[in-house]
C-alpha cells in the first residue's frame, strides 16, 4: 500500500544514498505520499525555474506530468538527467494540440491573411513539439500564473493571439482581466476543416483560441458556485483559470495554485473557501489550515482527481529513486535538439517577461 512504512523507509534511504545528485521536484497536485519526499513543491512556474536553478544535481525527479518534465529538461543543461516516475503521467489537455494540427492551423491563418500580424502564445500545458513551434513565430510561453503579462507582451508584438492549447485560460485571462469582450475571441477547432472558421472571422477576431481544455477544470460548473453559496453562507469561491468562463465569472478570486496557496495562507481565521482545483491540493491544503480556523472545501460535490498526476505514486517513486541510486538510468524524459532550440527560446521569453 501507498503508506507502506517499508516503501517510506526504501524511498529515504535511496534519497539520501543519491545526496546532493538528485533533486525532487513536486506539482501541488502530487499525493501527500510523494510530496513528502519532494525537495521543492510549486506550481508549473516556480518548478520551471526551480529545475533551471539546480545544476549540481545530475538528476532532477519530476513528480508532475510529462510536459513538465519536457520543460525541465529544457531548461536545465545536457548532463542533467530528467526522469519522470511513469512514463504513463501525461496530460489530456496538452494531447489536444498536436504538432501536425498547429502546423495546419498556421496554413489557414496564412490562406486567411492573418498570419503575420499573430503571436503565438502557449500555455506550458503543451508538448515540447508546440513549444518549439511557439518560439519559431515569435511567440512565448505562459503559465497560469503570468498569463496576463504573456499576453500584454504579445499585443505589443502583434495585432492578434493564437492561444494554445488552453481556451479557458486564453478566454479568461483576456475577458476578465484585461477586459476584450466575448465576441473579441474565437474558438478554433482543430477537428473541422479550417478550424470552423471563415477568413473573416479570422479576420475580425484579437485572441484566436485552440479548442482545448481540461477535463478536471471542466467538472466545475456555476451550479457548483452557485450550491457552495447556498450550503456555505459567506464562503469565498476561489478557482483556477482552467474552469470554464462562466465559473471564472462567477468566483470570488482566480489564480494558479501557487496563488491559491498564497491566498490561503494569507486568509483570516474563521473564513471560508470553497476551492475549484484539484482534489489532491485541496485535501492537503483543507487538513493544514484546520487548526487554524480556515474552514476549506471542495468547490463541487463529486470528487476530481487529475489521474495523470496522481499516476505518479509512492512505488513509482521508489522505483526511480532505488534505479538511480543502483547506477541505472530510467524514464529519461530526453527532448531532442531542434525541438529543444526552440522551445528553448520561447521558454526564455517567459522568463525575460517583466
Ligand atoms: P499551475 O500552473 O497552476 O500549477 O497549473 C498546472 C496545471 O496542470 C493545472 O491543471
Ligand atoms: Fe493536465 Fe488538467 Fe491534469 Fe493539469 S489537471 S495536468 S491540465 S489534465
Known amino acids: 500500500s501507498p503508506s507502506d512504512p517499508d516503501l517510506v523507509e526504501r524511498a529515504r534511504a535511496a534519497k539520501e544514498k543519491l545526496g546532493e545528485k538528485v533533486f525532487v521536484l513536486g506539482h501541488h497536485y502530487q499525493r501527500d505520499e510523494v510530496i513528502q519526499f519532494a525537495d521543492v513543491t510549486g506550481d508549473s512556474f516556480k518548478l520551471a525555474k526551480d529545475a533551471a536553478a539546480r545544476p549540481e544535481a545530475e538528476y532532477i ?20 538527467k530528467v526522469v519522470l516516475p511513469d512514463l504513463a503521467a501525461g496530460c489530456s489537455m496538452a494531447d489536444m494540440a498536436t504538432a501536425e494540427q498547429v502546423a495546419e492551423c498556421w496554413d489557414v491563418l496564412t490562406e486567411a491573411g492573418v498570419a503575420e500580424q499573430v503571436v503565438p502564445v502557449s500555455y506550458m ?28 507582451w504579445a499585443f505589443e508584438q502583434g495585432e492578434k493571439v493564437l492561444f494554445l492549447p488552453d481556451q479557458h485560460l486564453g478566454r479568461n485571462t483576456a475577458v476578465r482581466d484585461m477586459g476584450m469582450s466575448l465576441d473579441d475571441c474565437v474558438l478554433y477547432n482543430p ?12 479576420r475580425g477576431a484579437k485572441m484566436i483560441l485552440w479548442r482545448g481544455h481540461c477535463s478536471v ?8 458556485v452557485n450550491d457552495v453559496r447556498e450550503r456555505i453562507p459567506g464562503v469565498n469561491v476561489l478557482v483556477h483559470p482552467e474552469c470554464k468562463h462562466e465559473v471564472v465569472a462567477a468566483a470570488d478570486y482566480v489564480g494558479s495554485t501557487e496563488y491559491i496557496i498564497n491566498t490561503l495562507e494569507a486568509a483570516p481565521a474563521g ?32 470528487v476530481c482527481f487529475c489521474s495523470t498526476m496522481n499516476r505518479i505514486d509512492l512505488p513509482h517513486l521508489v522505483w526511480a ?12 524524459i530526453e527532448v531532442d535538439k531542434e525541438t529543444e532550440t526552440f522551445a528553448k527560446l520561447a521558454l526564455e521569453r517567459m522568463l525575460a517577461l517583466p
Open 271 to 302: 473564513s471560508k473557501w470553497a476551492i475549484g482545483t484539484e482534489l489532491n491540493l485541496v485535501r492537503r491544503l483543507a487538513n493544514r489550515f484546520a487548526d487554524q480556523g480556515k474552514e476549506i472545501v471542495f468547490l463541487d460535490k463529486t
Open 191 to 202: 477537428h473541422k476543416p479550417n478550424g470552423g472558421l471563415t477568413a473573416e472571422e479570422l
Open 321 to 332: 529513486l532505488e534505479s538511480l541510486a543502483e547506477g541505472n538510468l530510467v524514464n529519461r
Open 125 to 152: 500545458n503543451s508538448s515540447a513539439d508546440i513549444k518549439a513551434f511557439t518560439g519559431k513565430h515569435g511567440g512565448t510561453i505562459c503559465t497560469s500564473s503570468n498569463a496576463r503579462r504573456a499576453l500584454d
Open 61 to 80: 525527479v519530476f513528480c508532475g506530468v510529462h510536459f513538465m518534465a519536457e520543460s525541465a529538461d529544457i531548461l536545465t543543461s545536457d548532463d542533467q
Open 217 to 224: 477544470h471542466g467538472r466545475f460548473s456555476l451550479d457548483s
